[in-house]
């Protein structure tokens, strides 16, 4: 059951950043109602695929690879939804579409077998730590999409030649405006994420830190997101260079994501 | 019955310079000149346009010549020459009158030309006028028209979306950096013609407010109240730029103004909100390193020229787009105008034939007094059916268009045919 969910959300996404990217070529309003539909009902169908992966597992649905990325992807999509019920930001559209695409389709290839979940991890800490901190990634990701485009329209503003991106893309303030509104959310969620991670860690490991590599680039992550938003809230740190750091920032997000499992050997191995 | 005659007056930026446009402008706001009008007798239904670039008058009337002179003498008495007045006002009757409504209305005669504010200062003159009663069927109906060809234009052709002059150029640079320009403020250096159509322009976006400065503190004064702004002295412009967010810069200076370290310093006061400095003067007022600060974004008028090539292609092929539309709108309107020729012998044609059909009819009940009611009614019913049916074919020969007979001709011959134009009004049913 919740195999084609997955897969007609997957194909609902791939259609959605199909006629995003329509839209971003042609600038037809008609289109981006109709992207906006498809990616609507794509998240709709995510929504479900999650709800019947909980109920099949038995247990919250984030813990093998395929679970953590597919739903790190419908995080990117509710925020990208959340942002886009408030604020207008032309094109953000094809900017997320795609990535999202891109998750969903690592999770498509990595195995989908439910797995038994291990003793440690049966707790209800699983759910809110797991979750708050993707939800957190989610609104950073959505930052650091917003800071690629601010760079990519500072760029043809800047040097005076307008290309494909100056007709296409929202203004410089929008763009930081998003920038501004994703790091006041995501930030405090990443918090919450590691403050809850540690809690959970005492109660099963007995203790708050391990230094274990994922739990060391977390924090890496966050005192690199804590620098952005000091250097935004007090000096006023704006625009490109915010754009960069959130970008900068993200790639670490990844690296704890990916990279540490990969790699790096620890406690949280046998979760992604 | 020929309708009237719909007579457009007015002068606008490419007829009249600024020094007589400024004589004319009606500074009293409309009640007073739109009551003055309602007193003269040759006038029908009117309105009054009076922005910046242009004062027009349009009026329907019987005798044009009369009306003109009665309503040039009636607004503009006084405040120039006889001879300055003929010299630089223009006329435009009925259809010409229409079309130049309409190309106002869709801003193809603006002097920023696609610019969205004059449609706006459009509805609230026709607002005005048409609270004070001064208009009625026929142009309630044009203006109508006018504004929905307006909308047409912006949303059929892409002439608002894209940069049609400099200063055009300039505010949808701004509006990339800034977003919404109705929190911002902006700082005019030095006071030109250039300067002002930009500051003009972004007056219309709803920016917060307009700060000028000028060598001649009276000059920045003047300038100043034009846009309910401040005006201030050459010195204080480095703490202008710590508030401000626009900077269009245009003096005659030889040297520059401002240099990228002062700029820079300004920016950490700024918080680093950005800033957007236009310089429009030759030679240039700017140093052209400030455009390498984060945050700040400096354009000359070489790259604002550019700017306005890229569009041009694209401007040229929307202008001719536009104008279709509005030719389009004119020939319709222009007909449904023609056809209001024909109303009143429809009228009369209509009330003729009841009349005589009624009469029969009423003579026939006569003769049957004792026929019940429902019959009665049927017999009313066939009647009036008949009379449809027959009259049908009459109505539209008059409605529809013939493209071989001229309205007045068809209209001819209905009468002649009907007897409408008879002494009595018709032959009597007898």
Known sequence: MSFFLFQAGLAAYLLAAAAYLVFFLTSRNEVRRIAHG??????L??????????VEAGHTPITSHHETVSFFAWSLAVCYLSFRWRYTVKNLGVFVSVPVVALMLVAAFSSRAILPLAPALQSWWLPVHASVTLVANGFLALACVGGIMYLLQEREIKSKRFGLFYSRLPSLETLDKLNHHCLSVGFPLLTLGLVTGSIWAKQAWGAYWHWDPKETWSLVTWFLYAAVVHQRFTVGWRGRRAAILSIIAFLSVLFTLWGVSFLLEGVHSYAA | MPHDTIVLLGVNHKTTPLEIREKLALSSGYEEPLRALGQLEAVGEYYLLSTCNRVEVLFTCQDVERARAQVLDQLFAGAVPDEVLDRHVYQHRDEAAVEHLFLVAASLDSMIVGEAQILGQLKE????????????????????????????????????ASAVSISYAAVELARKIFGDLKDKRVLLIGAGEMAELAAEHLVGQGVAEVVVANRTLERAVNLARCYDGRAVGLEEILGQVQRVDIIISSTGSPDLILRKE??????????????????IAVPRDLDPAI????????????DLHNVVEMNRTERDREAVKAQRIVDEERMKFSRWLENMESTPTIVQLRGHIDRIVLGEVAKTFGRLEELPEERRQALERMAAA??????????QYLKNDHHCLPLEDRINTVRTLFLLDDNHGGPEAS
């Open chain 1, 45 to 54: 169908l995510h929504t479900v695929n999650i709800v019947a992966r909980y």
């Open chain 1, 38 to 43: 498809i990616f609507l009902a794509a998240v």
């Open chain 2, 386 to 395: 008949i009379t449809g049916k027959m009259l049908y074919p009459t109505l």
């Open chain 2, 262 to 279: 002062e700029v820079r310093s300004v920016m950490r006061e700024r918080r680093n909100r950005p800033l957007f400095f236009i310089d």
């Open chain 2, 125 to 160: 003159a026709y607002r005005h006028a048409a609270k004070s009663g001064c208009t009625g069927f026929l142009l309630n109906k044009l203006m109508h028209k006018a504004f929905s060809v307006a909308k047409r234009v912006r949303t059929e052709t892409r002439i608002g």
């Open chain 2, 291 to 302: 455009n390498d600060l984060a945050n700040v974004y400096l354009y000359d008028i070489d």
